[in-house]
């Protein structure tokens, strides 16, 4: 293992290969800023132009466009409170507000260390791991999927604090918004209304960008306060080493679990970031500073969505099972090139599995020189009065949802769930909530009724890591209830 590996780096020594990495990177970075571009539509936008490389090189591109992507929506979150992709909407939770209080260069600053330390981390898993992991990933019943998205179910307890039933609310609502389409398993059309667009449901992008740019927006126009006032005093330095090194448990054990829930398949990144981020908050000494602009949430956020990479290509190059959508793309890039991932690659192919390994060490090594050269150029978006940065917001947003599919529908449903989201916001109900039940909406439904129909309602008791999550789903709910119980007694 470790030949192929140092064999790899030196080839990668050349000037080439460092400037195809550094394009993936820049290019991963822009398209992750940018509302609609997801890692898996970057990644998908270069394959063509991959075909005519080396294979090696080829996959090594598309590789640090996929890790810089989950980077890059990072800097719209923090700065606009925009996410880029889907995994940085649980980054906006205390990046803008570092922001709002003048402190957007520590923002940007942690979420560029996590993501950097995170990629590298799932990196090494991979490395050394990949074969034993995926191997436990396919081990997974529908039981125990439909266990590990009631797991990411339970992080409600902590985005609601404050009011859980309002949280409990906005998740069934995300929930409900999901079984808008063709059924799953029967194929038959749900609340369609003969509208053809609805056949395929809402869209996760233009859905993500209403709640959390669009209602903004909406929000700044009610309040009619946009008289040229701008964010003042932004400052763009960094975290203190002493402030990073208070996050570096906290940058480790998001990694782990990112990795974790990156290897099995469907869970993905945002999923990831969402659990790690609860977490986070739950093992924190000041779990109050959560939302208002800790370091330890972004931090958290960050490294699991980053980690997660390193995570989805464990099951892609061990057993040729895509992680997520991204994965499915890079299953496409290999086919492209005449290569059939899985256990056979790395026998027959080792130069190209270890080519990869060797460019994404690379790719998070450049990430990070990239960032904070880009940090003090990003920050200069908050010197934007709001009378200008708001309505370049609106149209971001309007391009981005536009994008996904070049559909004018998907427009109309990001301004949509912008009213809803600044509806949502006029009560104190929480958006972050709505996009976790869209996102998990369809894992529960397909494996709790594949469960059922193949084994009946106690699969979910006999099947052990089935019962071990759900147990922990419980004690994530009820615990914080119980705490509130005995505060309220004092």
């Not at 906006?92 to 709002?100: I, V």
């Not at 081990?139 to 404050?162: D, V, W």
């Not at 859980?164 to 808008?180: D, P, Q």
């Not at 996904?404 to 109900?429: K, M, T």
Request: glycine share 10%; charged share 10%; hydrophobic share 50%.
């Amino acid at each position: 293992m470790l030949e192929h590996l140092s064999t790899a780096f030196l080839h990668l020594a050349g000037i080439e290969p460092i400037v195809t990495i550094m394009i993936g990177v820049i290019v991963g970075v822009l398209a992750g800023a940018m509302p609609g571009l997801s890692p898996s539509t970057a990644v998908a936008l270069l394959v063509p132009f991959s075909y005519s490389m080396e294979s090696t090189q080829a996959l090594i591109l598309l590789t640090s466009i996929y890790i810089a992507a989950n980077y890059g929506g990072s800097i719209t979150a923090v700065l606009i409170n925009t996410p880029g992709t889907p995994s940085a909407a649980v980054t906006t939770f205390d990046g803008y507000p570092l922001t709002k209080k003048g402190e957007a260069g520590k923002g940007l600053g942690m979420s560029l260390v996590a993501s950097t330390l995170g990629g590298a981390f799932g990196t090494i898993i991979l490395i050394f791991f990949a074969t034993p992991l995926a191997a436990l990933a396919v081990k997974f019943s529908s039981a125990a999927y439909f266990a590990l998205a009631l797991f990411g179910l339970a992080t409600i307890a902590s985005m609601g604090s404050q009011n859980m039933l309002k949280s409990l609310v906005a998740i069934v609502f995300g929930l409900l918004i999901k079984t808008i389409g063709i059924d799953p398993i029967s194929g038959v059309s749900r609340f369609t209304f003969g509208i053809d667009d609805l056949y395929d449901g809402f869209n996760l992008i233009p859905a993500l960008i209403g709640l959390f740019a669009v209602s903004v927006v909406f929000s700044k126009i009610e309040q009619w306060n946009m008289s040229g006032k701008k964010i003042d005093n932004v400052s763009n330095k960094l975290p203190t080493l002493v402030e990073f090194w208070q996050t570096k448990f906290v940058i480790l054990k998001s990694s782990i679990i990112g990795t974790l829930i990156g290897i099995f398949p469907g869970a993905g990144a945002t999923i990831a970031a969402f659990i790690s981020y609860d977490f986070a908050k739950r093992s924190s000494k000041t779990p109050e500073n959560f939302g208002k602009g800790s370091l330890e949430g972004v931090a958290a956020a960050e490294g699991a969505n980053s980690s997660s990479v390193g995570g989805a290509l464990v099951p892609l190059l061990a057993l040729g099972i895509p992680g997520s959508a991204t994965g499915a793309v890079l299953l496409g890039a290999f086919m492209l090139h005449d290569l059939n991932p899985g256990p056979l690659l790395f026998q027959e192919n080792p130069e190209i599995v270890y080519g990869i390994f060797a460019g994404l060490i690379v790719a998070n090594i450049a990430m990070l020189g990239l960032g904070l050269i880009g940090n003090r150029f990003f920050i200069k978006v908050i010197s934007i009065p709001e009378k200008v940065m708001y309505p370049i917001i609106l149209v971001l947003a309007i391009i981005g949802s536009f994008a996904v599919n070049s559909s004018l529908f998907d427009v109309g449903a990001c301004l949509l769930f912008g009213i809803i989201g600044h509806i949502f916001r006029r009560f104190d109900y929480p958006v972050a909530p709505v996009v976790l039940g869209i996102v998990l909406s369809k894992m529960i439904e397909e494996n709790f009724r594949r469960a059922v129909m193949m084994e009946g309602y106690s699969v979910f008791f006999t099947d052990k890591l089935s019962l071990v999550m759900i147990s922990l789903a419980l004690l994530s709910f009820i615990i914080p209830l119980y705490r509130r119980f005995r505060s309220s007694k004092i």
